[in-house]
């Protein structure tokens, strides 16, 4: 049941340090900080490509895990959402390493992208929730998000519980080829290794985006902005929004706002903007500023020095705790989610069934 919580999103929302700290205690040993992935029917070390295929949600698990395996493991990284991948006849290499990755595991475009790079030899490994899914007994191996029962339509642990995942599958492929040293190994495994710590002081920010959550949903549009890993964080939180409070939502990296919807921007249009302060923060804070001069109304998901840094006319900003670039997006993912369920408590819509939408897309 729901227990104390008015919905399974919260519920749901609410279980993420638990269920993250279990996704990565069956893959981290604390003590040696090294990742133990399940057996694998190949040797990492032998992976050149990875090709990612996913839908919704999952789809945007993948496009933060291919910064990560470009960046860190350095192996070029293809992606797309299945129902493309499908119908692309995207030239595949004999064993190369395809990831599917879905809450379900039932899927039907990324069940068939599944079968359809099985028969053009690749290694299939899964990335699922449910155990006894089609897709968790027809790929080669699996790797399981320990997320438990996800009720809501919304998905929210299974995406964060996806990102440790893969977190930890960039982490062990880095190392099988030798793309990072000791040092950058043991700093990024200690990030990891803090996530479920931190995604408890996340969630007490609940109270304030509550408090925005009201302007939000007075909008007719809203915008989510962020770079590299925070522009799927940006997509996700968009996608959020729009399935739960109906609320028409676009996610885009920052970078490309002058390119087209910028015109969009007045000062009814809240832009929602994901910016830890890393590496890319002073690109997206000049985002930032080309938005506040054209009247729009940022709201900044930061830590406190990346408020200090970005400048004057933001309308409202949300400290976040100070957390490793590598894991941001896994934590940032939080409030996007909390903000949305405010609004659509706001709008009140049908938080945990909203309209037109099935929990597995088992039609293509
Ligand atoms: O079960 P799957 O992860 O394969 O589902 C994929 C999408 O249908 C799913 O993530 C959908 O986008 C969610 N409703 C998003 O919250």
Redesign the pocket.
């Known amino acids: 049941g729901k227990g104390e919580y008015r919905h399974f999103m919260l519920k749901e929302i609410y279980e993420q340090p638990q269920v993250i700290g279990d996704t990565l205690n069956a893959l981290f040993n604390p003590a040696e900080r090294t990742i133990t992935l399940p057996a694998l029917p190949f040797a990492l070390e032998t992976v050149e490509r990875v090709t990612i295929v ?6 945007y698990a993948g496009l933060v895990a291919r910064y990560w395996l470009e960046s860190v493991a350095r192996v070029p990284v293809d992606i797309d959402v299945a129902s493309e991948f499908r119908y692309r006849a995207p030239p595949l290499q004999k064993g190369g390493l395809a990831l599917f ?7 039907a475009d ?1 069940l068939a992208a599944l079968r359809h790079c099985k028969a053009q030899g690749l290694w299939c490994v899964a990335v699922v ?1 449910v155990p006894e899914s089609t897709m968790a007994r027809e790929a080669h191996a699996v790797l399981p998000t320990l997320a438990g029962p996800e009720i809501g ?4 642990k ?2 964060t519980t996806q990102l440790v995942v893969m977190a930890a599958l960039c982490l062990a492929l880095a190392r099988a080829r030798h793309a990072i040293d000791r040092a950058t190994e043991a700093r990024l495994s200690r990030g990891l290794a803090e996530v479920p710590a931190r995604a408890a002081e996340v969630l007490k920010y609940d109270d304030a985006l509550h408090a925005l959550a009201q302007e939000v949903a007075e909008a007719r549009d809203v915008l989510y902005l962020g770079r590299g890993t925070s522009h799927a964080v940006a997509l996700e939180g968009a ?2 929004l729009k ?1 739960i409070s109906y609320i028409h939502a676009e996610g885009y990296p920052a970078g490309e706002m002058k390119h087209g919807p910028i015109a969009l921007i007045d000062e009814t249009v809240p832009v929602i903007v994901i910016a830890p302060h890393d590496g890319l923060f002073d690109k997206t804070a000049g985002n930032v500023q080309e938005v506040i001069a054209r009247g729009g109304r940022i709201i900044l998901l930061s830590d406190a020095e990346g408020i200090a840094h970005v400048g004057a006319g933001v309308a409202h900003a949300v400290t976040l705790p100070v957390v490793d670039p590598f894991v941001a997006p896994i934590l940032y993912a939080i409030p996007v989610q909390l903000l949305a369920y405010h609004v659509a408590v706001i709008k009140g819509t049908d938080v945990d069934q909203p309209r037109n ?1 099935a ?3 088992t039609v293509e």
């Not at 996913?54 to 789809?59: F, L, V």
């Not at 990755?101 to 899927?107: A, C, F, K, L, N």
């Not at 339509?153 to 929210?156: E, K, N, Q, R, Y």
């Open positions: 996913a839908c919704g949600t999952s789809y990755i879905s809450q379900s595991g039932e899927t990324t929730n339509v919304a998905s929210t299974a995406f996608l959020k399935e939408l929990k597995s897309v």
